[in-house]
């Protein structure tokens, strides 16, 4: 599923967001919980050093001095106990094992550093070696706690930067929508003023009132104006050409045929030049009709609006079609199938320019009967959901797969068809008719079995239109 830029923008934005805030928090817990140990170590530390030291002096522990200290020291370690180890002079080893969670490296540790620390779930050890000149004996002091004050600060902070991170990213979320539509609202003025510029209004341009005049939109904005220029230059260019040369070539190639025809009229005996003005007349008529064509098809391809519309009945147009189709391909049996048309005839109303529509659908009728080898050209009609459906249907020589795709692009023509005229104007042509009116066309087709053609005309609802 393709996804759209400003969810992209407030996905990163917010993902970015809650990255810094997943990291702040990691942080400032752990260099919380980090300082906290520390001072709780060096609490015991120093609750080691006064026990060690009153043992070695009075090694009594019923003076006011040593309950003014665990008065002082002791109620901020809860569940806290000391150790008392005696340690043989210049031994490392414990005379005995005090079934306490340290490994023997803590207690080598201790012995040689003079002091060493452990963490154990939630309890601490600190233990502090003494070398007693008092006794035979030297001494090991292992101080043990919970800091429950420090696991309940821990525990409060936790709390405070969730609920602080869940806000801060809530309010993230919240600014990264903001920004995304600030963002986007630049792009979203380009793309509705874009949808109102074609073919026929080139001379609009894009207007920056969303952005700076200096930055990255309003460049976008220059280079698809200046490219508008060039554009409306081309197609101008382009229009006049195909406009001016068709009206030009229709005089001269009219004059051609007349006079082509007066001679023929007059040449009785000479059959060899009766024979090549009949050539001459015929290319003459196939010429007026390109000429044609493409007047048609520059009107048509660069106006991009349709003029002189009115209320049509499709069956009466179809009926005329029939009739022109009929004076050309007179070999060619065209029926109708009407079997299916409602009886309200207002449902056979659609909207359009008659001379127009009359050329594309005559167009499909004529190709239909061209290459449909005189076998029956089927021309159908029913209206489905608000639409009239005219189906052209023929048994001719069919349209390769691969080159329908290309069956409507100026001057192409199959592949199959070699020795039948044609100048690949009227399909193009008959695109742009119905590309103006809205209309859907579906072409199918099998080689050597035929064509279908679908056209798919919207009904006419509205109860009255001045054309």
Known sequence: MKMKIRTKIILLFSGIITLIITFFAIYASYFTWDSLKTKFFLRLEENARIVGTHTIAGDSYNTKMYYEVKRKYLALLSEGNDYLLRIAKGSTELRFDPNLPMPKSFYSEAITNGKAEYLHNDTAYFAMYFADSLHKDDLLVISSGRDSYGHAEQADLDKTLLSGGLIALALGIVIAFYFADHILTPIATINENVRQINI??????????????????????????????????????????????????????????????????????????????????????KMVLIVKNLLLLARTGYEGQIERTQIIRIDELLYGVKISANSLYSSTPIHFDFHAIPDDSQELHILANRDLLHVAVSNLVLNACKYGKSAPVVISLTVKNQQVVVTIKDEGIGIPEKELPHIFESFFRGSNTTGIYGNGLGLSLTKNILELHDIEVDVTSKVNEGTLVTLRIAIDTAPQHSG
């Open 200 to 285: 026929s209004n080139l001379s609009l341009r894009l207007q920056n009132t969303k952005s700076h005049k200096h930055d990255e939109i309003a460049n976008l904005i220059n280079n698809f104006n200046d490219m508008l220029n060039r554009l409306q230059i081309a197609v101008k260019s382009q229009q006049n050409f195909i406009g001016n040369a068709s009206h030009s070539l229709r005089t001269p190639l009219t004059v051609i045929g007349g006079e082509a025809e007066i001679v023929l009229q007059r040449l009785k005996e000479d059959k060899e030049s009766q024979y090549s003005l009949e050539i001459i007349a015929r290319e003459v008529d």
